[in-house]
């Protein structure tokens, strides 16, 4: 896809060790950093590295199996958000607190355990919440615990494999003109009149947005507005159908979650692993299959993204 081959291509403009260094300063300039100057020195190579091996990562994730993939997935993912934190803090790991990955699953899977049933709990130090806190300005989540079919429902590209499985409407489309139209179905399905839902949108999306004569919700441009979500192959706009805890966190956060509790699995979660592979006894396999193929390509991108407009 041209777009996903430009930010990987984006990511090399990185390796150069003089560019790198006059990007740092500009990001700490702008943040009044007194220190932009010899903290961009010495961060340019640490920030270079963690582009280079996030980027690895995902490039192995692309060659190996499924068993293998969650945790290829995870570190390269992790790695590119050093990088971007880097960006936002110039003392970056200024103490051993930031260096956990900042969000818990269950150790002990219990039987008849079932993966969209499971939780993960953010932690109050942490990559997670740093990252979170830096980048999104978001501190309500720290101690919550999301499960796993909270946090899926609410990705634009599994509304395809919910509604299939478990006949579940979690999304309703924006049309290319990135509008919004309330019509009865979307009303009935939240058993909304028309000015409670317009009452509640209003509430929520962002001032930008605007109703037009044709009475359809009209966003400024193809992109997260929360609780707004955006299709990565499609271009296009989602309302999700499913409100849950998981509605007011960005994306990126929400496959951080994912991957990290599927890379959890993967590693010490062997036996019942291997089995969902070869069995596929339920929905869990295609569902996080789904998930996986989505994250490889969304994932760098949303993530690419974030450096990308600090340019």
């Not at 990511?11 to 100057?37: N, R, T």
């Not at 079932?114 to 990252?131: A, C, I, P, T, W």
């Not at 009149?193 to 929520?204: H, T, V």
Request: hydrophobic letters at 40%; charged letters at 25%; aromatic letters at 14%.
């Amino acid at each position: 896809m041209n777009e996903l081959r430009q930010h990987w291509d984006f990511i090399h403009y990185f390796q150069s060790a003089e560019y790198s260094q006059k990007f740092l300063k500009k990001c700490y300039e702008q943040m009044g950093s007194s220190q932009a100057e010899s903290k961009s020195y010495d961060n340019c190579y640490p920030f270079m590295y963690y582009l280079e091996q996030g980027e690895l990562y995902y490039r192995q994730a692309m060659q190996s199996p499924i068993s293998l993939q969650p945790i290829l997935l995870f570190y390269g993912y992790i790695h590119f958000i050093k990088a971007i934190v880097l960006t936002e803090d110039p003392l970056y790991p200024e103490t051993t607190t930031v260096l956990a990955h900042g969000i818990t699953s269950r150790k002990r899977k219990k039987q008849q355990y079932r993966f969209l049933q499971d939780e993960v709990k953010v932690q109050k130090n942490g990559l997670f919440s740093h990252f979170s806190n830096l980048v999104f300005h978001v501190k309500h989540i720290v101690g919550e615990k999301y499960k796993m079919e909270d946090l899926l429902v609410q990705i634009p590209e599994l509304e395809e494999v919910f509604h299939v499985l478990l006949k579940k409407k979690t999304m309703f489309w924006f049309n290319p003109q990135h509008e919004l139209i309330i019509d009865e179905s979307l009303l009935s399905h939240f058993h909304m009149s028309e000015s409670l839902l317009k009452q509640y949108l209003n509430e929520k999306v962002p001032e930008e947005f605007t109703w037009n004569s044709d009475n359809a919700l009209q966003a400024p441009h193809a992109q997260e507005h929360l609780p707004i979500r955006w299709h990565f192959h499609k271009n296009k706009l989602a309302f999700p159908g499913i409100r849950n805890e998981a509605t007011t966190i960005p994306e990126v956060l929400i496959h951080y979650a994912i991957l990290y509790n599927l890379s959890m699995i993967a590693r010490y979660e062997t036996e019942w692993w291997v089995e969902l592979l070869k069995n596929r006894t339920n929905e869990d396999y295609p569902i996080i299959n789904t998930f996986i193929n989505v994250t490889t390509e969304k994932a760098p991108y949303l993530l690419l993204k974030l450096l990308k407009d600090k340019m």
